[in-house]
């Protein structure tokens, strides 16, 4: 008995540690992102922006007119500015100022702070005063990448497709579930779970449980990004706590050749969810991207 209330308060610490709410301001979390990368594209000199589908999006907005009111990054000069400024969009899609990015020698163009919705993309060599335009583009994930093929135009339209990379993601998945039912498995055999069949019942309980996790988590990384994955890890290892719990209290128990209290399973639950939540932290600090 004594063992056991010792488990529980140690359950119980490390279970309201990695609850604790993190205050998150309006304006200090993620925010969505568009990544363009550029295939057989020359040495030409270019510039490219994305014209927005509104006249503002965040602090970027078309310039009003007002010659006190230009912005120029030190990426430009002011005629390639005003090139840009002047460009007239055949669908009525807007420049927005300090929204210009040099891509001739990175081949790629990244907007990482509120990019616009719906978009096109626009090339301007200033060497020739031409420009290259796509077709209409819309974010479809939280992070959004796309690909321009320069090789492919017709009537100085260029051709984009949709570009996420799925490996990395399916690579961490599978990363994340080995990992967590290593520890599971592991705390199980301190909990006293040593039996062959104990060991089976837990390893397929806990591979549905972070199989559909990880499934929903990257669903909403995909979807909305790291914040709402944030709230989403906590609540949904909640669930995953409570499913488990009642799965080894009730069934595991039931195929033990020495029946634990039904408090034992319970706590082995928490604890197990628990370790692994805050080993995922930490594994996260050390190779970003696995979780």
């Not at 990175?106 to 990482?112: E, F, I, M, Q, V």
Request: glycine letters at 6%; proline letters at 3%; aromatic letters at 14%.
């Amino acid at each position: 008995m004594k063992k056991q209330k010792i488990f529980i308060l140690i359950a119980v610490f490390m279970l309201i540690s990695a609850l604790m709410p993190v205050v998150v301001h309006a304006d200090t979390g993620p925010k969505p992102s568009v990544h363009v990368s550029f295939e057989n594209m020359g040495s030409e000199l270019c510039y490219a922006t994305l014209l927005s589908e509104t006249a503002s999006t965040g602090p970027f907005s078309v310039w009003d007119g007002d010659e006190e009111h230009i912005e120029i990054t030190s990426d430009i000069t002011e005629d390639i500015w005003r090139a840009f400024v002047d460009y007239k969009d055949s669908d009525g899609y807007h420049f927005l100022q300090r929204a210009v990015w040099k891509v001739s020698e990175s081949k790629c163009l990244t907007w990482g702070y509120y990019p616009p919705k719906e978009f096109k993309i626009l090339l301007f060599y200033p060497d020739t005063g031409s420009f290259l335009v796509s077709g209409v583009c819309e974010r479809y994930a939280f992070d959004s990448y796309f690909t321009a093929d320069m090789s492919e135009n017709s009537l100085g339209i260029i051709s984009v497709h949709k570009s996420y990379n799925w490996q990395p993601e399916i690579i961490s998945l599978v990363v994340r579930i080995l990992i967590t039912m290593a520890i599971e498995l592991l705390i199980a055999l301190l909990f006293g779970f040593r039996s062959r069949r104990e060991l089976l019942f837990l390893a397929i309980v806990n591979a549905v449980t972070q199989i559909i996790l990880n499934v929903l988590l990257n669903i909403i990384n995909f979807r909305s990004g790291q914040a709402a994955f944030a709230t989403g890890y906590i609540m949904l290892e909640i669930a995953v706590f409570a499913v488990e719990a009642v799965m080894y209290a009730v069934f595991l128990r039931k195929t033990s050749e020495k029946a634990k209290s039904v408090w034992v399973y319970i706590v082995y639950a928490l604890v197990a969810n628990a370790v692994s939540f805050g080993a995922g932290l930490c594994i996260a600090h050390v190779i970003p991207g696995i979780f």
